[in-house]
């Protein structure tokens, strides 16, 4: 890594203009998100400043001065989509805290004597479920003793609701932070984000999954600089099937695809493409491009060509594995992530070889954004992140098996963390990659015609609507009355085109032989 640390070159002016905005993802229309976009200014923990923040005007939240068992109110430091944040007074101990109240504005309400009730009798269910969640996940949180962890000293329950209370600290966000002090080295981003992998590690093995990491919910100290993850909002178990039907937080650029639809696998990987986007921003200046629009042909640029010279090609490459539109293409742990962040191993062949047929890409990308021809630069970058790429692929440290192509994958301390699918996948990257893909099979065909098949079924809902399918780009026909497709094994692209939102679905399953898989897909303008 001594080579890498090399690169201290100062990162491009970061887009300040940029908002992290939150939409709420309505799971009625699966694969698609509301337009809803609301402000997250939902902090876990406040920025310290001379005199106490200005009181909120929002009329929902608790008034100045109200007295809630030991902590008397001073200000509103956020609200977000499942509660506000306030600024509190802890009278026992003399000291400041954050004090965070369950309130999720689109299930609850706040009535006379300050008690919170859910909008309708159809909200009740929901709110129960979400309340319970949020005590569960205060539980969890309680037990964290990590520095780069907000944490949590206690929790109750008042008002019909729940609160959390969480230390106060001094700083500033992230993204505040960058505003005042401009560029980033890499040495920078290894000193300040190790120790913050290390306490989200913490957290995986908890079997809690953040969601929402972003640059606004990323705490820069004042007093020595270091990182502090805040805002466990939009945080969930891994398990448990309820939390799905639930109305979902997601931070265009940094949510991942499987925040935007009910049937994505979530667990460390989700978060690890927030953080990997979190450090795009860094090392390129620009949010990346949300993850719906990185489907089909994918149009960002990756991080090693957008910041080739800049940063080592360990880091960004390691970047451009975390952002990985396919789930199953990414780093499936924080060990994973940080062994090729740091240099101490190499990104998979496969994942390697994608990069490397991204960055041939990349000049096109930039004059499709641009309008113009790419350029002796853009093209010239774009060598340069192949030979970096390339490099980052095949160097080993000393003293480690050249034969490896893989890094080691840590095994988790709880099975609570389930691991994200690898097959029937949305996967972009895939669709670059030089493959060769086995012909389809005419639905007609005996399966005596080929050594071995694999088949697909569908499910499409609700009751009634049906989709074109289509298979390495060829029409089969529609489903339903089609049911079942048998192919022969290996990787297969696949499209079901509906006449509702979200209109298309795209998969890219990797099929064994004998193998049979169900595929589903909703079409609902509701």
């Known amino acids: ?82 509660g506000i944040t306030y600024l509190a007074q802890d009278n026992n101990l003399q000291c400041r805290v954050a004090l965070k109240e369950y309130l999720p504005n689109d299930l609850a309400i706040r009535t006379t004597g300050q008690t919170v009730i859910p909008r309708a009798d159809s909200d009740a269910e929901n709110y129960r479920i979400g309340l319970d969640r949020f005590l569960a996940e205060a539980r969890v949180l309680a037990t964290f003793r990590h520095h780069n962890i907000v944490r949590v000293s206690r929790f109750f329950e008042a008002n019909h609701t729940a609160y959390m209370v969480m230390d106060y600290e001094k700083g500033e966000s992230l993204r505040s932070w960058v505003d005042n002090h401009g560029s980033v080295t890499e040495s920078d981003i290894l000193r300040m984000f190790l120790p913050l992998l290390e306490g989200l590690e913490t957290v995986h093995r908890a079997g809690v999954v953040h969601r929402d990491i972003k640059p606004a919910n990323i705490y820069v ?34 949510a991942p695809f499987e925040q935007y639809h009910t049937r994505g696998a979530q667990g460390p990987w989700t978060d690890l493409y927030a953080l990997g986007g979190v450090l795009y921003w860094l090392a390129t200046g620009q949010k990346p491009i949300e993850a719906p629009s990185r489907v089909r042909d994918d149009p960002m640029i990756p991080a090693a060509t957008a910041a080739a010279g800049r940063y080592g090609s360990s880091l960004l490459s390691a970047v451009d594995w975390a952002l990985a539109v396919d789930e199953s293409r990414r780093p499936h742990s924080v060990a994973d992530f940080r062994a090729v962040l740091t240099g101490a191993s190499a990104v998979p062949a496969a994942v390697a070889q994608d990069q490397v047929v991204a960055a041939l890409v990349a000049p096109q990308a930039v004059q499709a954004v641009s309008g113009r021809g790419p350029g002796k630069y853009a093209i010239g970058v774009a060598g340069a992140a192949i030979i970096a790429i390339l490099g980052a692929m095949f160097a080993r440290p000393s003293g480690t098996d050249h034969q490896a192509s893989t890094p080691p994958v840590s095994k988790p301390e709880t099975s609570a963390v389930s691991t994200p699918p690898a097959k029937a996948s949305v996967s972009p990257a895939l669709a670059k990659a030089p493959e060769s893909r086995a012909k389809t099979v005419p639905a007609g065909k005996s399966k005596a015609t080929q050594a071995a098949t694999a088949t697909l079924t569908f499910e499409i809902v609700p009751a009634g609507e049906s989709a074109e399918l289509i298979v390495d780009e060829q029409r089969i026909g529609r489903v339903p009355p089609l049911t079942e497709y048998r192919l022969p094994p290996g990787k297969h692209k696949i499209k079901l085109n509906g006449n509702k939102r979200p209109n298309v679905y795209h998969y890219w399953v990797d099929l064994a032989p004998n193998e049979k898989k169900k595929l589903w897909a909703k079409f609902s303008d509701e």
């Open 1 to 82: 890594m001594a080579q890498e640390n090399q690169h201290e070159s100062k990162s491009p002016a970061v887009d300040k203009g940029e908002s992290d905005k939150t939409v709420r993802a309505d799971f009625a229309d699966a694969g698609s998100a509301s337009t809803d976009a609301t402000q997250q200014v939902d902090f876990a923990v406040g920025v310290e400043a001379q005199t106490p923040p200005t009181p909120s005007g929002n009329h929902v939240s608790l008034p100045r001065g109200y007295v809630l068992q030991e902590y008397t109110i001073e200000a509103v430091l956020g609200v977000g989509g499942f």
């Open 221 to 254: 100290r004042d007093i020595d600089g270091s990182l502090v993850l805040l805002d466990f909002g939009a945080a969930r178990q891994t398990t448990g099937a309820s939390s799905k039907s639930l109305t979902s937080i997601i931070t265009p650029g940094y």
